[in-house]
């Protein structure tokens, strides 16, 4: 019935399509998305626009599933098959590059259909595409519904949204006019089909589908009405089809009819004339995926479960069908047997393929499937439990174990019992309960399991001991466990640990051998492990301020954790990273991180340095106190629940701050004295110590002097501790760390040099710390202090977002807009957008202006 008010939608997408994929050099990839209602005709949209498609550009189309839980990589393998490239799911993991290298290699319009459905792994693989699309003559056309909060789909959409060169196109409802247009002298009523409808074409064509008869009360009477005259054979075959979310595969067209004669030519023809149907690249699906619910909906109770289960059968002699749609059919059929089969075997799949949230959905209708307490239902709930952890659904996860525990109890199974201990120890952990989690990782070792049960009880003994800077023993632990027969994983944590430790007391040789047992881990596909050991050594890079370190780490290994679909990693490295940035005086991007962290659902351990971070932006900015108050209430019951002397100490010295700045005494520093103490008799706590005795000595607190100045500390606490206040704002200054270093100057006795801290304070754009030293030095009767700035005249970087200092990092570098795009992978146009913000978050009027200035804005 062709397009009804479609015109600016259809030149919109149109346009994108031909100028990302210009044959005469002039091609920048760009994406659009097609929003919709289902029925608003956003699949007749992006058909016609392809019509106009010259032969010379490659249509690739591939289309999501609407599965209970998604094909891992659906519409990527999909693409990948049509490009002659049937990946298996072993070979998938880290693909995105080749991905993105297949569809790149020539002018391609590449379609995802039906996105509301699509699957996280599908997901990270595009946002790689999407990041680099705009080098490429590559256009992305992504049609989808409105998805809920929480969607997988909605990170991409959130991308796309950033991109200036993104074409978003609505298909919104039809008008009486078009309504009317469309119905043409069937005599229907426009007005009462618009209300009916709320204007959707899909609604609306099928209403119109059937000339002469009274208006169908209900969009799905409309649907069932073209299904008349069909024998009850075919209306069958009609119904059996439509148990297929995506397409009925022509190779079950033999075996799947509701006789022995399988579904014939004859009845495929009688069926197509009823215009539900369409042929597509996966065999016979409905026009629409309303159809298919419609028909859905209309079969007789129970007749659904035999439909699919004959649909299984038929699938199982053919063969060569995903697990995720063999699983689809055996639970709708209730065949619990078939699903815990490939339910398991889904959940396998989507494990290797890096699509974890996806494991969970299949496990858990694996054991849907299990009664009774069996030892193969206390392995399924482990592997639950894992991967609950993995994608950071800890209560989830702690829940998942109590029950494989149970049953592991009552069988008797001793590694069991160990290996559920053992697993609760680490969820604990990462609950920010340390006590607990110890508690756990005993009765693990203390099981009576044998040898490799044992060895994993140890390997997380040793790394608790480790996280709390009992290095003795740990390294006891670990020196005990070598001398008996243990495991590759639990060798590997070991190594971790001991490289851990040696960095720790200083070695930082140890951080190459970090290094390299994480790449040793996630070769061998031990995801978990890998990822803890950078996520240990970007910590411990940032403890000890070695900022330049954390950031190339960072850099890496964060994607990877996305790669792997290991959300629990990823957001204790993106509160690290937040760490990072407010060192490094970027408070736009800190601040960005941290909501990222509390606002992302993440672990309690991974928001303990989000919520300090989050607490010092609202103490230097002069935010609302409340804000600041809040923070570091979260962040102080967390750090009182995991016991460990650098939470510890952080916390108290961001509430020393925050007294520092509001000019009034805090009785929460009460503690300080003994929380040095405690400290003192560690290993590794230099650093936070230094940095609460400082703030203390501005405090005018006793307990910064107590005991004498340590020579362990740090040489910018020493030197501002012993009264060198210039030495140490150089000396901080060197580290990267400009905040660290005007708050030093601006203690010092010469007036000049606290000027100058003043004015760094300014700078900075910290308006409450700059307002209190500028109060302190007025008292101290030091009088040539510079005068406030205008924000538009502040220098700085604390306003740049992530992907803006990434651009900044590469201007200071000397690269011009063409090579800047080349290595973000977006359009010259883009990177000159992105150069002209950063010019003027930075105040500064030229490129040669950052060059210079790199250094002193610490983004070289």
């Known amino acids: 019935m062709g397009l009804f008010e479609r015109a600016p939608q259809l ?125 490429s003559p590559v256009v992305l056309v992504i049609a989808h519904r409105d998805v809920p ?88 075959a009609l119904q059996l089809i439509a148990t297929a979310p995506d397409a009925f595969d022509d190779r079950l067209l033999p075996f799947a009819g509701l006789d022995d004669d399988g579904i014939d030519v004859p009845t495929l023809r009688r069926l197509e004339a009823t215009g539900l149907l369409v042929r597509t690249s996966h065999g016979i699906g409905f026009r629409h995926e309303l159809a298919r619910l419609a028909v859905v909906a209309s079969t007789e109770p129970g007749v659904e479960a035999l439909l699919h289960r004959r649909v299984l059968d038929a699938w199982e002699r053919v063969g060569g069908a995903d697990d995720a749609v063999l699983t689809h059919h055996a639970a709708a059929a209730g065949d619990r047997a078939r699903t815990l089969r490939y339910a398991v075997r889904a959940a396998e799949d989507a494990t290797r393929t890096g699509s974890h949230t996806e494991a969970v959905a299949f496990l858990a209708l694996a054991l849907d499937g299990l009664d009774g307490d069996t030892a193969e239902r206390a392995r399924l709930l482990e592997l639950l439990s894992t991967e609950q952890y993995m994608v950071s659904l800890l209560p989830a996860s702690l829940s998942s174990i109590d029950a494989a525990l149970r049953i592991r109890e009552r069988l008797g199974d001793h590694d069991g019992i160990s290996a559920a201990h053992d ?67 639990a060798d590997l944590r070991l190594s971790i640990t001991e490289a851990a430790a040696r960095l720790v007391e200083g070695d930082t040789s140890a951080r190459e051998l970090l290094r390299q047992h994480a790449t040793t881990a996630l070769a061998d596909s031990l995801d978990e492990i890998g990822t803890t050991a950078y996520s240990n050594l970007s910590a411990l890079d940032v403890e000890h301020r070695r900022l330049v370190n954390a950031e190339t780490l960072l850099a890496e290994s964060i994607p990877l ?7 629990v990693c990823r957001q204790w490295q993106t509160g690290m990273r937040s760490r990072l940035h407010l060192f490094r005086g970027r408070w736009a991007a800190s601040a960005e991180d941290a909501a990222a962290v509390l606002d992302g659902s993440g672990p309690p351990l991974a928001e303990i340095w989000p919520h300090i971070v989050a607490a010092l932006l609202a103490v230097r900015r002069g935010d609302d106190p409340a804000t600041a108050d809040a923070h570091v209430s979260a962040a102080a019951a967390l750090a009182a629940d995991l016991d460990e002397s650098l939470t510890t100490l952080a916390v108290l010295s961001a509430v020393a701050e925050r007294a520092w700045v509001s000019g009034t005494a805090d009785p929460g520093l009460a503690d300080a004295g003994a929380a040095l103490e405690a400290a003192s008799a560690l290993t590794g706590t230099h650093w936070a110590t230094g940095d609460l005795r400082v703030w203390l000595g501005r405090l005018g607190l006793s307990a910064a002097a107590a005991g004498g100045i340590p020579e362990s500390l740090p040489e910018p606490h020493r030197l501002e501790l012993s009264g060198r206040h210039d030495e140490a704002a150089r000396a901080w200054q060197s580290l990267g760390a400009p905040f660290d270093a005007a708050m030093a100057a601006v203690h010092a006795t010469d007036a000049a040099t606290a000027a100058a801290g003043l004015a760094s304070l300014d700078a900075l754009d910290v308006p409450a710390t700059a307002a209190r030293a500028r109060r302190m030095l007025t008292e101290r009767g030091i009088r040539s202090l510079p005068a406030r700035p205008r924000t538009a005249t502040l220098a700085n970087p604390s306003g740049l977002t992530n992907r803006q200092l990434d651009v900044a990092r590469l201007v200071a570098r000397g690269l011009t807009n063409a090579e800047l795009a080349h290595e973000l992978y977006i359009s010259p146009k883009t990177a000159d957008h992105h150069v002209s913000a950063v010019l003027s978050k930075l105040g500064l009027s030229s490129r040669r202006d950052i060059v210079r200035a790199a250094a002193s804005l610490g983004i070289d």
């Open 561 to 567: 954790t996305v790669d792997r679909d290991i959300a």
């Open 423 to 489: 697993r609760r120890a680490v969820v604990e952990y990462y609950s920010a309960r340390r006590h607990a989690a110890e508690h756990e990782a005993d009765a693990a070792a203390a099981a009576g399991a044998g040898p490799a049960a044992l060895a994993s009880a140890q390997a997380t003994r040793a790394y608790l001991a480790f996280r709390r800077l009992d290095l003795d023993a740990a390294r006891e632990i670990a020196s005990a466990l070598r001398a008996t027969e243990t495991t590759q994983a």
């Open 149 to 236: 909060l929480g969607h997988a789909l909605l990170a991409l959409i959130g991308d796309i949204a950033r991109m200036d060169s993104a074409t978003r196109v609505a298909a919104p409802p039809l008008s009486v006019d078009a309504v009317r247009e469309l119905l043409g002298d069937r005599g229907a009523d426009a007005a009462h089909v618009r209300a009916l409808t709320g204007g959707n074409p899909f609604f609306v064509a099928e209403i119109a589908r059937s000339p002469g008869e009274e208006l169908p009360p209900t969009v799905r009477d409309a649907v069932i009405a073209s299904t008349t005259g069909l024998t009850g054979a075919e209306l069958g």
């Open 11 to 135: 030149d919109a997408l149109a346009g994108a399509i031909a100028r990302g994929t210009a044959t005469d050099g002039s091609a920048s990839g760009s994406v659009v998305t097609v929003a919709g209602d289902a029925g608003a005709g956003k699949t007749s949209l992006v058909t016609a626009a392809l019509a106009g498609v010259p032969e010379s550009v490659r249509v690739l189309r591939a289309a999501c599933d609407p599965l209970s839980t998604p094909r891992p990589l659906g519409p990527v393998r999909d693409v990948q098959a049509a490009l002659g490239d049937p990946a298996d799911a072993d070979t998938l993991l880290g693909t995105e590059a080749r991905f993105a290298a297949q569809v790149s290699a020539a002018p391609t319009v590449l379609v995802i259909d039906d996105a509301q459905w699509i699957d996280a792994a599908s997901v990270e693989v595009l946002r790689f595409l999407v990041r680099r699309i705009e080098a």
